[in-house]
Each structure stands twice: as structure tokens, then as C-alpha cells.
């Protein structure tokens, strides 16, 4: 983690400050242009994790395209990757269908009404393919609010209420049930969505198998994906897509903090200028205890601390951690795996400003991408 000087990079840059490591980055999108090459399926981006469109160049030399959870990231990747885009929407509002099937190669509605509504106009787009969302009713995720497929979802066609009758001018279904996950879970979704949706594929183009693929995690069973992924392409003859997010920045990035204050109320309590709720609300929602880099847990080193984030929220806790030596104000700390679901989710609650984005290059440069002010925060605000 040596930058320019050979000095650690978490020197270098303001704090707090997101990090991307492109050496890692590159060896992640290798792993997923081998599963291309391999399979004939091709990958996406999912911008909903990741959508840092400075490094999309790098990113569109490698993979497909990007897939876009509505209209404003379907003109993110349409503009700064230029490659395919594929577009999901919940619901699409009526202003917005005709910049959306404009943008997208692929847009894909989440209900036979919203198909109902649009489909007439559709024939005015015919460099766009249109297809369904369908929701296998089959559960991998351990965390409810990240399962699409938990009871009472609004998020896709369940076998009971899908419509054969109107598949006429749709070319291809969209599954999703995954959240970080291996292979196993997904091999199970796929025999549960052949059995209930595998019939209606007979004249359909295409077949989209969500994101959620941990593939770039260490111990993935990239063979057993490419395996799959063969024999379902050529048993239906569709062209099959993927759109993983995290899988293309795991472990691709850290963010740097800085100590601001310590203080005691029972054990101690380090005050960051990191905040849980504002930079990584990840931590709160899902929840989970991020890494530091030569932390450990609690009572595992001499020094234990909580670490505290800047906002007013009580609950703006990030976690319990030790340390081999005491910390200090204006010592800098490093949390690991921090590209998705991070830049993405950053919000300016109580005005605490957002980090600043950063590249280290594979030559040892540090690239100061962008820094943010007062005007990032007045300008969401009237």
C-alpha cells in the first residue's frame, strides 16, 4: 500500500477518503472475462454497487456493458461506458419510459401491467429488447431485506401470476435471488427457475441470472459457474447475462479515516471522522463489522476501543476493535473491501462531509479523483 515516495497511500490522502487499488480491480475483472471467454455469457456491471464511472473505461474493457436500477444510472453507463446497458425499474413513470428505452439495450419490466401500459410505444424503440422480471420464490439470502424473494416481495413475476399469453414482443426473462453469495446458491435458483419458468424460454432470446455472484471471492467455484452457464445456454439457446457488482471491486478498495477524539464512558471511545451512518450505512442495514488493517477484535490486543462515527446519531457506532498500540488524534486507520455498496450509499445526514475518491494506480501513483464541499451538501437542499 506504498504510494508516491514510497509513503503508505492513507498519508497521502485527505481524510476521510475512498481508495481504489487498481491492481485489484484489474486481477477482478480478469477472473470475469475468463468466465465470458469460458461460458459465452456476457457480464455486467451493476451499477447499483458500484459506479465509479472514472475507472469505467478500464472496467468496459473487460466486461459488457453495465446494468442500471433506473433512468439517471441507464445515462451514467450509456455516457461514460458506452458499452450495452441493461435497465431494471420496480416501476417505470410515464415521463421517464422514452429516455429509458432510448438509453437501454435491454430494459426489463417488473409487472405485465407496467408491460401492458408501455407496450405499444415499445415499437417505437426497435434497437431495444424488452423483457420480465420473474420472482422464483426461492430464498438463498440470510438477511430479509436484501432477499428479493422474501414473502410478500414487489420485485419480480412469481409463477402463479405470469401470463404466457402476453409474451409476444418480449425477448428474454431477468431472474434475481443472490446477495454476495457462492455458487451452490446459485445452481439451486436455476434448477427452481427452470422448473417453473424454463417452458416459456422456448422462442426467447435472452436470459438474465441477476447479480449477487461472488465471483472474484477467493474459493468461488468459477468452474462450476462456467459448467452451468454452458449447459443452460445451450439447452434453452439463449444468450445468458450476469450482473454482478460487488464481484467486480471485492477487495478493491479501502477508505481511510483519521482519529478525531477519544473519549470514555464505560470502555473507549474513539471518535472517527468515518461515520457509519453517512459513508458506510452498510454497516447499520445489513449489519456487518468491517475490517481494519492491523485491528483486531475486541480483547484479541492490548487496546480496545469502540469506534464512533461524527454524526449526531446515537447508533453511529461502527464497531468494537483492538489495536496493539493506544490510539491517537490524527492517526489514520484503514477499512478494508470498501468500493461496493459505499460510494454509492454516502449521503450528507447532519452535513458530515463525504470522503474524497482517490485511485492508487499500478504504477504507485496516487490519483486525487475528486474531493467534496459545503456545495455538495447545500446543493441537495433548497
Not at 456476457?42 to 458500484?50: E, M, N
Request: hydrophobic letters at 40%; charged letters at 20%.
Amino acid at each position: 500500500m506504498r504510494g508516491e515516495g514510497g509513503r503508505p497511500y492513507q498519508e497521502l490522502v485527505p481524510s476521510p477518503c475512498f481508495v481504489l487499488e487498481e491492481e485489484r480491480l484489474l486481477e477482478n475483472l480478469a477472473i470475469l472475462a475468463q468466465v465470458q471467454a469460458a461460458s459465452g455469457a456476457k457480464i455486467l456491471l451493476a451499477l447499483k454497487a458500484f459506479a465509479m464511472f472514472s475507472v469505467f473505461d478500464q472496467v468496459g474493457g473487460y466486461l459488457c456493458g453495465a446494468a442500471a436500477s433506473g433512468l439517471n444510472e441507464a445515462r451514467l453507463a450509456r455516457e461514460e461506458m458506452g458499452k450495452e446497458v441493461h435497465t431494471f425499474c420496480p416501476a417505470i413513470k410515464e415521463g421517464d419510459f422514452p429516455q429509458l428505452a432510448e438509453l437501454s439495450d435491454h430494459l426489463i419490466f417488473n409487472s405485465f401491467s407496467q408491460w401492458r401500459r408501455y407496450r405499444d410505444q415499445a415499437g417505437a424503440y426497435p434497437q431495444t429488447k424488452f423483457g420480465m422480471r420473474v420472482n422464483p420464490r426461492h430464498s438463498e439470502g440470510a438477511v430479509a431485506i436484501y432477499d428479493p424473494c422474501a414473502p410478500g416481495s414487489r420485485l419480480g413475476v412469481t409463477a402463479s401470476q405470469f401470463k404466457a399469453a402476453e409474451l409476444s414482443g418480449l425477448s428474454g426473462l431477468h431472474f434475481h435471488t443472490l446477495c454476495e453469495q457462492e455458487f451452490a446458491p446459485l445452481a439451486r435458483t436455476v434448477a427452481v427457475f427452470e422448473q417453473q419458468f424454463g417452458p416459456y424460454l422456448a422462442g426467447l432470446e435472452w436470459l438474465n441470472f441477476g447479480g449477487g455472484h461472488h465471483i472474484t471471492k477467493p474459493g468461488y467455484d468459477v468452474a462450476g459457474l462456467v459448467q452451468l452457464l454452458v449447459a443452460v445456454r445451450e439447452r434453452y439457446n439463449v444468450q445468458l447475462y450476469l450482473e454482478p457488482g460487488e464481484a467486480i471491486s471485492y477487495q478493491a478498495g479501502t477508505l481511510v479515516g483519521e482519529v478525531v477524539d477519544l473519549v470514555w464512558n464505560d470502555r473507549d471511545i474513539a471518535i472517527l471522522d468515518v461515520s457509519a451512518a453517512t459513508h458506510m450505512p452498510d454497516v447499520l442495514e445489513m449489519p456487518y463489522r468491517p475490517e481494519i488493517i492491523g485491528a483486531g477484535r475486541p480483547g484479541e490486543k492490548a487496546h480496545t476501543y469502540r469506534l464512533a462515527g461524527p454524526s449526531c446519531l446515537a447508533g453511529d457506532i461502527i464497531g468494537d476493535y483492538s489495536f496493539n498500540q493506544p490510539l491517537t488524534p490524527g492517526q489514520r486507520l484503514v477499512f478494508t473491501d470498501m468500493s461496493h455498496y459505499t460510494m454509492v450509499k454516502t449521503n450528507t445526514f447532519n452535513g458530515v462531509g463525504l470522503p474524497a475518491i482517490a485511485i492508487w494506480r499500478q504504477s504507485g501513483e496516487l490519483q486525487l479523483v475528486k474531493e467534496f464541499g459545503y456545495e455538495d451538501f447545500k446543493g441537495r437542499l433548497s
